[in-house]
């Protein structure tokens, strides 16, 4: 039986598991199973190997995605210069690292965000899905700006996100946990009453599928997009890191 499974903290959320069922249905897959592994605490990683044999595919969600990397026995060459990490190989007691997130975000962004329109983009949250999403904005050229709740060296705060600021950035990327169910009624807090038809708004988030950032930009006449995509397209390229 080859085993894969998501670590988190609250997995209630995730997508992953059926994903991967139908995958597996889909393909034609056999003796292959995906799990839903929630940790207290990353030190819990060990022994859930220990416990789980054959494991030999694990993605990573919040809050473990640069926090699992000392567990970890190497990382590949992009993880390593993202800073986190959301897909494991296991093989022969060896856990290599990989970002995926980056590959998911970067294919859907160039699909959502025309070459044409592009301008700079403000990327709210500093976390490991952050990193992943400014890497692929710094491959595709997209000058941004980061946006954190507390001071972080590069970022700005969110007081600072002022209607006048918000015209300089048409792109806008959620890549908090804000709106996720079950808390949906939260939002990141910006001047949302500044937003234009002219504003691209990319949720990371993907349940609900409509969160109440996505809602804001929709009210606005902003085009608007959740984290499905991104979902679909990591999960994609991590099946073919699992299968390498």
Same mark, same amino acid.
């Given at each position: 039986m080859?085993r894969?499974?998501l670590? =988190?903290?609250?997995l209630?959320?995730?997508f992953?598991?059926?994903y991967?069922?139908e995958k597996f ?5 056999r ?13 819990q990683l060990?022994?859930l190997l ?5 494991l030999?595919?694990l993605?990573?969600?919040?809050p473990y +995605?640069?926090q699992?990397?000392?567990f970890l026995?190497e990382l590949? &060459? &992009?993880?390593?210069?993202i800073g986190?990490v959301n ?11 990989y ?7 970067? #294919?859907s962004l160039?699909?959502f ?6 301008g ?6 500093t *976390?490991?899905a952050? +990193?992943?999403?400014c890497a692929a904005?710094?491959a595709?050229? @997209?000058?941004?700006t980061s ?6 060296a *590069?970022a700005i705060?969110?007081?600072?996100v #002022?209607?006048?600021l918000?015209?300089?950035y048409?792109? @806008? @990327?959620n890549t908090t946990p ?6 949906v009624d #939260? /939002?990141p807090?910006?001047p ?8 691209? /708004?990319?949720d /990371? ?8 950032f996505i809602t804001? =930009?929709?009210?606005?006449g902003? +085009? #608007?997009?959740?984290? /499905?995509?991104m979902?679909?397209?990591? &999960?994609?390229?991590?099946?073919a890191?699992w299968n390498?």
């Open positions: 080859r894969f499974g670590i =988190g903290k609250k209630g959320h995730s992953s598991k059926r991967f069922t249905e889909k393909v034609g897959v003796e292959a199973v995906y799990d839903l592994y929630e940790l207290e605490q990353i030190e060990p022994e220990a416990r789980e044999p054959e030999v595919g993605n990573v969600t919040v +995605k640069e699992v990397i000392p026995t590949d &060459a &992009a993880a390593a210069e986190a897909t494991i190989k296991i093989e022969a007691g060896r856990t290599k690292g970002n995926t997130d980056y590959i998911g975000f970067k #294919t160039q699909n965000y025309p070459e044409e329109d592009r700079q983009a403000l990327v709210l949250g *976390g490991g952050a +990193k992943a999403v904005l710094k595709l050229a @997209i000058p941004y946006v954190a709740r507390k001071a972080v *590069g705060l969110y007081e600072a #002022t209607p006048d918000l015209q300089k048409n792109l @806008i @990327i804000l709106g996720m169910y079950p808390e #939260t /939002l807090p910006i949302y009453t500044s937003l234009t038809p002219q504003h691209y /708004l990319y /990371l988030v993907y349940n609900p599928e409509l969160t109440s804001e =930009g929709k009210a606005a902003a +085009k #608007t997009m959740n984290g /499905l995509a979902l679909q397209g990591q &999960a994609e390229a991590a099946w890191i390498e």
